[in-house]
């Protein structure tokens, strides 16, 4: 006797497929929806993540059931399913389109038959009633759900963007990325870990940079190491009194993704008082003369990769001495819940270099960034107090001059008071 399935569900595993196809969630949303429609399907919705460090995670969901796929780039390998109802849908089609889109060199499949109707026994259901037919024919116009997603073992932050990636990039140093998200605006990202995003770019880079600029009497030369994005550049270039700004960053290709994608942070590069070098910050402050610079920021990412260097006892000793005698330093210094052996290494390490009383830690809340608190190392040379010594009507004439989002008298003096389990950290 012949056995009728409802389904049929293909299981599709391929081996050897382009790793950068795997890793970049617009292609693999693209390559997966164009094997529904192949295959004839009807699309009714799709929803993508892309996972850091790397992995990308779907489902098609299609009037006839669902596509849906995880891929692992380190290997080189994609799990898929392809599950079809009716006769009018061929998985078959999809397994061989997407073993050749995603250029995989071998595949392997099982096809399963769902729903055995021998086994069932159907019930009379009334119809939906409907005004005519015309409402009966489900429209092929799709919601894309498309989701960049930060995540570690515990912890994730998820944006849905718009699909398609603005730039993508590897250069000797890191993969660079820029998406298009609906919450955040453009967002910036370096190995798939999220920079900086046009809506809230302006509290790291505000407090990063006039928290510094406003404590020091007047300072005229600035060294920045990283900040390839330009948002401490234009923060800085704010400070009328300055007449010199070095600014050390190891990767061009982010200084040419935000040239092209984030104007509004970069617009400060063709300022005639910069001076941009594209080289290792580490060696250019090894060969750097003493007492060269008023204010140093360290703008750099998390201490893997290219940051790797910039987080050692040595590193900060070369940066006391290219300090001027009433020098300050700012240094992002991670997140106290999130990286909190990190955090409490880079202090143990700041006072051993400027001394205990000259390392002010102060925080900042930024909502793209794991656990939404971010923390920062004011250090001084001679002992400058980032709020005994601070001039307020100095710091309210600047605010009241200038265009900014966050930073303001009141946050400036509030920045410095930490919370219990920050102080427990710090000893």
């Not at 009334?126 to 995540?151: F, G, H, M, P």
């Not at 990063?208 to 401490?232: F, N, S």
Request: aromatic residues 10%.
């Amino acid at each position: 006797m012949s056995k009728v399935s409802l389904g049929q569900h293909v299981l599709v595993e391929l081996y050897g497929c382009n790793s950068e196809l795997l890793d970049n969630v617009s292609s693999i949303e693209q390559i997966m929806c164009d094997a529904a429609e192949r295959s004839k399907a009807t699309i009714i919705n799709v929803s993508f993540h892309h996972f850091s460090p790397y992995g990308v995670s779907g489902v098609v969901v299609i009037q006839e059931s669902h596509l849906a796929i995880h891929t692992w780039p380190e290997y080189g390998y994609a799990a898929i399913d392809v599950f079809t109802c009716g006769n009018t849908v061929d998985p078959w089609v999809a397994y061989a389109y997407l073993k050749e889109a995603l250029q995989a060199e071998s595949g392997s499949t099982m096809e399963l038959k769902r729903g055995q109707t021998h086994l069932m026994t159907r019930e009379r259901l009334e119809e939906n009633i409907v005004r005519d037919e015309k409402s009966r024919k489900i429209q092929a116009v799709y919601k894309r759900n498309v989701w960049l997603t930060e995540r570690d073992e515990n912890i994730a932050l998820s944006l849905r963007h718009k699909g398609n990636l603005l730039y993508s990039d590897k250069s000797e140093y890191q993969k660079i990325e820029v998406y298009d998200t609906y919450a955040y605006g453009k967002v910036l990202c370096l190995d798939s870990l999220i920079m900086c995003t046009e809506k809230d770019e302006q509290v790291y880079h505000e407090m990063m940079v006039h928290v510094p600029m406003l404590c020091h009497a007047e300072p005229k030369r600035v060294l920045i190491v990283g900040g390839g994005d330009g948002g401490t550049l234009r923060e800085v270039l704010k400070h009328t009194c300055v007449e010199s700004v070095v600014m050390v960053e190891i990767d061009a290709k982010v200084i040419e993704a935000s040239k092209k994608h984030l104007p509004g942070l970069s617009k400060a590069f063709n300022n005639s008082k910069l001076d941009l070098l594209i080289q290792d910050a580490i060696k250019y402050v090894e060969d750097c003369a003493k007492s060269s610079f008023d204010v140093v920021i360290i703008d750099n990412s998390d201490p893997v990769g290219p940051s790797e260097g910039l987080f050692t006892r040595q590193f900060y000793e070369n940066i006391d001495r290219i300090l001027k005698e009433d020098g300050i330093m700012v240094a992002q210094s991670e997140s106290p819940r999130f990286n909190t052996e990190v955090f409490k290494d880079l202090y143990k390490t700041l006072r051993n270099v400027f001394a205990c009383d000259n390392v002010h830690p102060y925080l900042a809340y930024i909502p793209t960034y794991p656990t939404g608190m971010w923390s920062f190392a004011f250090c001084s040379k001679s002992g400058i107090h980032p709020i005994l010594d601070l001039s307020q009507p100095k710091v309210m004439s600047f605010v009241q001059g200038n265009s900014l989002n966050y930073y303001n008298l009141k946050i400036h003096s509030a920045a410095f008071a930490q919370p219990n389990f920050v102080c427990e950290l710090l000893g």
